[in-house]
Every structure is written in C-alpha cells, then in structure tokens.
C-alpha cells in the first residue's frame, strides 16, 4: 500500500493563486526553496521558476523529474488538448494558462506530474506527515478559497474533473444573512468560510478578529457542516486541514479546531459509531504535520512517484 519513494534530486513547484512556492531536493529535510508572488501575468512567474529550476540543476546536478501542484480548476486528462491547463479560474490573468507546457518547454526530457495542490498536499501528509499509514482520508486548504484533496484506497481520487469540495453547498446557520463570495455560488462553502470569506463577515483581517467575535462561530460551524458532510460520503479515517484560516487568528489554532470538532460531533450527533468520531476526534480532524510545507513536500512527491 505505502510505497516508498526514492531520493532522487527532484524539482517542485507548488503554483497558488497567491505565490508560487518552487524547491529542488530529495526529501523534506533536504529541500532549497524559493518563493515568487503569483500576480497576474502566468508568463513572468512561469519564466521566473522555470529559470531558478535551471539555476538548481547546474548547480546540484539533473533533476530526475518535476512535480507540479496547482490551484484551479485544471485539467488532469493526459488525453486532452488542454492536458495541463489551468482552467476556468476566476483569477485574474490566469485562466487558460498552459502552465505543464511552460515546464515542458524548458525540461523537455524528464517526467513530470502534474495535480491540484491540495492533491499534492495530501501525498506531502500521506509520505511524510498526518496520513502516513492511513488508505483513506482528507486534506482541506482554507485560505485565498477552499479545497481539498482525497485519498481513497492509498490512491489519489481524480474522477471526471477533480474534487472540488470548497464549492459545497452547506445549509444555512438561522439568522445569518452574509451573502458569500463565491463568484460562481455566493453562499457555498468557499464563498462563506475563505480567507477573503471571513474578511468580508468580519470586515477585519482573522489576525484582529477577537476570539468572542460571532464571525469565529459562523466560521467553525459552516466548517463543521462540511467535514461532517465529507466524513458521510467519503469515510475517511481522518480529516487534515491546512492553509491559513485554521491557525485561527487571535482565537489560536488550539481553540479553532477545538471549536470545529465540537460541532462536527454536534452535526453527526453520535449516528455514526467510531472511536475517531467521539472520544478520539482530537486525532481525526488535525492540521498538517508538515504545517506550511505539506504542498511543496507533496510536489516532491508526486515528482519522486514518477520515478519510484
Ligand atoms: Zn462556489
């Protein structure tokens, strides 16, 4: 089930709406990093990656492959024409980027994997963090949007599209009339508990949103109505969340989660029979061991698989 992967001296690229995380290595301890903002022309950012992977590749040597973990919507078919792109984004600039084309031009010779981010942040916790040893469990990103990638039988799951569980539709908290800010949706899950989400409700950074503030209840609770959801239909073993949000602010991260899994046992209400779903759920629903890092650590990853 867990097959281990080489060593071998890898190139990542963790390609988020905000910035582009880029590391040459061959395992999390070993990893040169650098970071360049996303903006809005796919061209310079993909030229300033592409030659800061060259630069690592004279300097320590070829690299054997590249992994590459993008937000999207993307295309995952390798049978498409548009194989690789980024898809239907609302950001600004971005839709339609051939961002695999833009590695190939420049590494025309090596494997290359392409995946969603949180995708690729979920083999970064099945390898190396949360999910090791587990077949069957979730890693949700709540920051700039939400995602979530799903390992299921010790396999990335694709399906026709990708999972895209940040556009769940969640029911309503009585009394709350926040309008949401999902282009597409409005009200889904993204569209009230994001980052730019909690902004908009509390009209304030989560760094100064007080933990009394009603907005840290609004946000647990829908969050809790889309674990519990997500823990319906898929089963996981546990659930890992990650990116900003959950650190929680001035609430703290402790507190944050301490809330979500409260509710979450609230939503269920004891209908479903497991240890991780009661007495244990501190263990179930967790943050990323790997922290930060899950995503590059994942784009490692899913370079090293190409080659294991
Ligand atoms: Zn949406």
């Known amino acids: 089930m867990h097959k281990s992967l080489k060593n071998a001296l890898v190139g990542a690229i963790e390609a ?7 590391a040459v290595g061959t395992c999390p301890q070993d990893l040169d990093r650098i970071e360049f903002p996303s903006g809005d022309s796919p061209e310079l950012v993909l030229a300033q990656v592409t030659d800061w992977l060259g630069e690592q590749q004279r300097r320590r040597g070829k690299l054997q492959a590249i992994g590459i973990g993008s937000f999207g919507p993307i295309d995952l078919h390798r049978d498409s024409p548009t194989y690789g792109h980024i898809t239907s984004t609302p950001k600004s600039g971005w839709r339609n980027t051939d961002i695999l084309g833009a590695v190939r031009r420049v590494f025309p010779d090596i494997p290359l994997a392409f995946d969603t981010d949180v995708n690729g942040a979920a083999l970064g916790e099945f390898y190396w963090g949360n999910g090791e040893g587990l077949h069957d469990f979730i890693y949700i990103t709540i920051g700039t949007g939400i995602g979530g990638g799903v390992m299921v039988g010790g396999q990335l799951l694709h399906g026709l599209v990708h999972s895209e569980m940040g556009h769940l539709r969640l029911p309503r908290i009585p009394g709350d009339a926040f309008a949401g800010v999902c282009p597409f ?3 889904c899950w993204e569209g009230l508990c994001s980052g730019p989400a909690l902004l908009a409700r509390a009209k304030m950074a989560a760094e100064a949103i007080p933990p009394e503030h009603e907005a840290w209840d609004r946000e647990t609770q829908y969050i809790a109505y889309a674990v519990a959801n997500l823990v319906c239909v898929l089963s996981p073993q546990r659930v890992i969340i ?5 650190k929680g602010g001035q609430l703290g991260q402790d507190r944050f989660f ?5 509710r979450v046992r609230v939503a269920l209400n004891d209908y479903l029979v497991s240890p991780p779903l009661q007495e244990d759920i501190d263990r179930f629903i967790v943050p990323p061991l790997l922290g930060d890092d899950a995503g590059i650590c994942g784009a490692i990853a899913l370079a090293q698989r190409e080659i294991a």
């Open 258 to 262: 301490r809330m979500v899994r409260a």
């Open 185 to 187: 949706h409005g009200d």
């Open 16 to 22: 988020g709406g905000t910035k582009f995380v880029c």
């Open 242 to 246: 990650g990116g900003s949000v959950r």
